[in-house]
């Protein structure tokens, strides 16, 4: 048992192999030459978990997952770095590789350019057989999980995985933070989730807070986002659904937050982050960032506001590498 258990991320284990600064992103049938190595931990819900972890401080969150020991050791980046961070990895379930058929772990192929544009190719692997067995047996966590506690997930893993998760949430009185990163289909229909009302102290249809960026908006919307009146428009298609927030962010400018009388652009804040431009792992900052202030207490609005300029700081930053809380506030601004 865990003493002050505040969120729960199910999801995959990925190890990111990245190029950076190539001189370009490449169509079919090209090549170029450049750039610089790099090997890092990956994973939407895995990046998540440790960047929550790496707020809160140790043994506030928790990972379910599946990885397999693969012969080449890329098993380990991910998980050696969820348990640097404090996660507790004890629902993790690490496989033997000639037993799981030769099987290899999660993997993402990352290219990112010189102004931090990139593409990211993902295998999932191991990953594909996490399966609602795997969230069963980790009921012991969301029923002794503290109240209210989130569930932060994307939508790397099966849909039917990602029901599990929401439907043991809403048994345990827990918020759930939806990421619809991962989302494969052109359009996804929010029922599909089974993203339903549930109880757990206040009236609410469903999701706490979703948060897309401005191209899975457009994919379970319909709108294209190019502004602020474009997000109001896609998220009153997504509040109609039953979910109680919903937080749009959109690169360089800023995110959009909707939900229980609050209709507002955050912008991005100006930051000195020297030459470095990465968008890896921003969208994965805000999203943990935000739910690690809301697991702390703070008002959504204000959460929101730390979130966007944590992920800013993301952005300037080599491949994935945790913001910190003194990364954001000076040693003397008190807040939490």
Known sequence: MI????????GGLNT??????????????ELTLGGAFHVGPGGKARNMAQMAAVWLGPDKVAMIGKTVRDPYGLW????????????????VQILDFEQSGRKFPGIALIPVDQSGKNQIYCLPGINSEFMPADIQAAEELFRTASKPAYLMLALEIPVETVNEAIASARRHGMRVILDPGG????????????VRGYGFGWDCAGVYLIKPNEFEAEILTGVVITGYESAAEAAKVLLNQGIQYVMITHGA???YLFGDGIARHIPVPEISGGDVHDETGCGDQVTATLTACLSEGLTIELAAEIAVRAGTIQFHRKGIQPVRKEDVFPASFHIF
């Open 253 to 255: 400018k800023g995110a």
């Open 16 to 29: 990111d192999l990245i190029g950076l600064g190539v001189d370009r992103l490449l169509g079919p049938g």
């Open 183 to 194: 989302i494969k289909v052109k359009r996804l229909e929010v029922k599909r989730l089974e």
């Open 76 to 91: 380990k980046v991910p998980l050696d770095a969820l348990k640097e961070a404090g996660v507790n990895t004890d629902a």
């Open 3 to 10: 003493e002050d258990l505040r969120i729960i991320v199910p």
